[in-house]
């Protein structure tokens, strides 16, 4: 599901939508998106915001 062209995260974005998930923008500029259930989530890094964890950059 990584890419940086912003149609991808469009469509991922859409077809979770459309599944019943639900998002949120997070304060470290990513999108969180949670399963209808509650047991599974994903984290959307947006490209246009370095990000790093543990000192290292993920995205």
């Known amino acids: 599901m990584a890419g940086d062209d912003g149609m991808l995260a469009e469509r991922i974005g859409d ?34 915001y370095p990000f790093k964890l543990g000192g290292l950059s993920v995205a």
């Open 15 to 48: 077809t979770l939508a459309d599944l019943g998930w639900r998002m949120w923008p997070t304060a470290r500029d990513t999108l969180l998106y949670v399963s209808p259930d509650g047991l599974r989530g994903a984290e959307w890094i947006l490209a246009a």
